[in-house]
């Protein structure tokens, strides 16, 4: 199949939003298209029809139990396909919508079952970003879109990274340029107890536990609202998702909380290889000079500054870096652990299931 890829700037979508007529009508005729949201590109199609989002379980190499997300265009229409059925849905359904969010609802008939892996539930997102917001607006069906990487891969964050996973594989793909934020959406689910609500954090992201905690100090509930990480209930993922390994780069990641007595023991095995460093610029810094003290050869060192000043850049950078080190054929890379508080938990979760050493 050939693959078309079509360059497209959010300006140019809202000024003429007919430039996105050729994927409208291919989402529309039960065809797959890559598209460009805030957090990550995603591979969409048609979630009212079972032989489309099947179509995306084969390409993704997928496995059939892990739900998709179905994005809609706007807020106003999620009771056409979920139920709302508390204060606390209707609260982060106002409040955090638009934006790089999912949360996970009662569903409704007419989404497909494949689409939500025949679970009673459909995680909705609205996502923030002019490509994403007009091509289903136009399409005029919720589109179900995984992240447009081959399962297990990092997610990509530009249509470069799509066109390596997927090229030859799906019609089209819409080139946005990079995304902006860089990782998945927080995805969240409403658990009504007796006496509280329990927001659980399926999987942590940009909005982190912090910013619903914040939320729910403003807004008045009947009962308290407790906001907790829970990827798991008695051993049991919440969110069939988890369960896999994921955001793998073809190198090893090795973690490392602090170039000690233990990295000078472990770090020489690698001494012959490729290696990739992946830090803030201090950590960056030490790191080199610390594998060239241990003998490494410096031309076999290649070197990316995480963030310049704002962390948030992490975010942005990390699958970027990750596919880039693949690019430049990389065998191990060191990644700087950051805290596990904020944004820099949800990055923590990507590193930690795409490593193989933590030092
Ligand atoms: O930012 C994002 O969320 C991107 C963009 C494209 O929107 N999409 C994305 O999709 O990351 P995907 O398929 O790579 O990840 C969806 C996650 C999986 O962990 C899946 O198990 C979980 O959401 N999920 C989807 N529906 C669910 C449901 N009904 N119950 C629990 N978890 C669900
Ligand atoms: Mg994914």
Known sequence: MLTKVKKVSPEEVLSNPKILKEAVELLRRGEIVAFPT????????????????????????RPSDNPLIVHLHSKNVIEQYAYITNEVEKHIIEKLTPGPLTIILKKKENISKYATAGLETVGIRIPYHPIAEKLIEIANVPVAAPSANISGKPSPNDAQSVIEDLSGKIPYIIDGGRTHIGIESTVVKVNELEDKYLVMILR?????????????????????????????????????????????????????????????NFAPQFKDKKCGILGRPNFVKELKTKLEVLSFNPQNIITLEWCKDDIIECARNLFFAYRYFDRENVDAIFVEKLNETGIEYAIMNRVKKSATYFI
Request: proline share 6%; net charge negative.
């Open 204 to 264: 942590p992201g940009f909005i982190t536990k912090e910013d619903i905690e914040e939320l729910f100090q403003e807004v008045e509930t009947k009962k308290p609202v407790e906001v907790a990480y829970k990827e798991e209930l008695e051993g049991k993922p919440l969110s069939p998702g988890m369960k896999y390994k994921h955001y793998s780069p073809k190198a090893h990641v090795i973690v490392v909380s602090n170039i000690s007595k233990d990295f000078d």
């Open 38 to 61: 805030e957090t990550v590109y995603g591979l969409g199609a048609n979630a009212l029809d079972d032989k489309a989002i099947l179509k995306v379980f084969e390409i993704k190499g």
